[in-house]
């Protein structure tokens, strides 16, 4: 049985994906033979109730110098992540000469508002190709993973920090309760741990299993973070609810009493205790649910390819390879994914092995139906794409549910 990264307690999965490949892994022909496969199971602690993977790949396989994601391919997120920095500089960087930390800083996007201003920040980001990025843009980006270790020799050398922050990078850490002591030990008394992750709520809510994959280790909640920084002499002041990556939660903690906790934290405790997050039972329920949404999916791309429709996927995201292996959809039913990440283009998607192409191959010949993969960027993709449905073109979606979007 595994046992929980918070609390150590052995807990039972409920649910098997089956068998998975490394979901960033896209790959070349030549390396099929190679491609590593393992059981992807989430489970839920009987103890603290994290909801978390039943087993952890070593950090170095999946964050290194040929790391396929680089924040800034979307402009909304361009965006939200400067709203972000504003809101923290605003709120908790009032005093004089801050310093601000970024965990996971991939390209820069956050931490470039900080530069531009003028304001002492560090970026700790283990990708190096991302990292360089960063550097390339002017960011202060040291290339290692972030821990206990890190935040003593981080401080050591810079001196406390104000802030702390993290964007869909804290559900990347197993070793968390090393990862708070290394934010306890950068941070100064009053200083805050700012970060945003996809919301357990919003996965229950949606269905949207598909954020569940192997760089996802751990699903957050207040309740389970509660527990977690109980452990550390830390508590969440403040919960903000983000629509971005389908759903997110930004979390503000810090040592116990520093700040006054604020009422949106009671308030999502309530909520969440009546979206039962803290109850087996709602997992065997989103199991149900999760199985009911592969049949749909399946049946209806069946269905489509029996009446002669084209169907390509749109964003070769690392959720859709969850989709896409779970559901047994590969090239047969979808002929290739549009993507305009350049490191993934002439690539195959990992497992079902979909070929990854140019964004301008969707715009010179585009599919009757475009499976809407990056449906986190949904609202931006579907302005963009005014004219493909203008033309009869048509997206399919299976977040919330499985269908045609209207
Ligand atoms: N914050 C960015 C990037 C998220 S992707 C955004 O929201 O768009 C997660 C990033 O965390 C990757 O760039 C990865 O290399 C980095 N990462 C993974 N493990 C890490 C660790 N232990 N310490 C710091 N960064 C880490
Ligand atoms: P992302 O949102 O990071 O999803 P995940 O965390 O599951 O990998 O990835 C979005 C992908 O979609 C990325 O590879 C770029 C691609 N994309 C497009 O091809 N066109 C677009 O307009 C947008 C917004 C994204």
């Not at 906790?261 to 087996?280: K, N, T, W």
């Not at 493909?388 to 499985?402: I, S």
């Amino acid at each position: 049985m595994p046992a929980c990264l918070i609390c150590e307690e052995p807990f039972q999965p409920f649910m098997s994906f089956g068998r998975m490949p490394i979901a960033n892994g896209f790959l070349t022909e030549a390396q099929f033979p190679q491609e590593f496969f393992d059981e992807l199971t989430v489970g839920a602690c009987p103890r603290c109730s994290m909801v978390q993977l039943g087993r952890i790949l070593p950090p170095e396989q999946l964050f290194h110098e040929n790391y396929a994601y680089f924040s800034s391919i979307s402009t909304r997120m361009t965006e939200h992540f400067r709203r972000f920095a504003e809101w923290v500089s605003g709120s908790f960087l009032t005093g004089k000469d801050p310093f601000v930390v970024e965990i996971g800083s991939n390209d820069g996007i956050m931490l470039q508002n900080f530069a531009k201003s003028g304001m002492r920040h560090l970026g700790v980001e283990p990708s190096a190709n991302v990292a360089q990025a960063a550097q390339a843009r002017g960011v202060r980006t040291v290339c290692r993973f972030f821990d206990e270790k890190a935040g003593r020799e981080i401080r050591g050398e810079h001196g406390a920090a104000q802030a702390v922050l993290g964007a869909n990078v804290i559900c990347h850490l197993p070793n968390i309760n090393s990862v708070v002591r290394g934010v306890l030990e950068l941070l100064d008394d009053r200083g805050v741990f700012v970060f945003e992750e996809p919301y357990l709520g919003d996965i229950v809510e949606k269905t949207s299993y598909d954020q569940i994959y192997d760089e996802h280790y751990l699903y957050y909640a207040l309740g389970s973070l509660d527990r977690l920084f109980a452990r550390h002499g830390m508590e969440v002041v403040d919960v903000v609810p983000q629509q971005v990556h389908g759903g997110s939660m930004r979390y503000v903690a810090a040592r116990r009493g520093a700040w006054p906790v604020r009422e949106s934290v009671v308030r999502q405790r309530a909520h969440e205790e009546a979206l039962g997050l803290a109850h087996p039972g709602t997992y065997l329920r989103l199991r149900a649910r999760i199985e009911e949404s592969r049949r749909k999916l399946a049946a209806l791309l069946r269905d489509l390819k029996g009446a002669g429709k084209t169907v390509a996927g749109y964003g070769a995201t690392s959720k859709s390879t969850t989709v896409t292996n779970y559901c047994g959809i590969g090239p047969d039913l979808v002929a290739y994914i549009s993507d305009t990440t350049p490191g993934k283009q002439g690539r195959f998607s990992p497992g079902v092995h979909i070929p990854v192409v140019p964004y301008e191959r969707f715009q010179e010949s585009p599919p009757d139906y475009a499976l809407l993969f990056a449906w986190n960027h949904g609202a931006e993709i579907v302005e963009k794409e005014a004219g493909f449905r203008a033309r009869g073109g048509k997206f399919l979606v299976y977040v919330p549910e499985v269908g045609v979007l209207e």
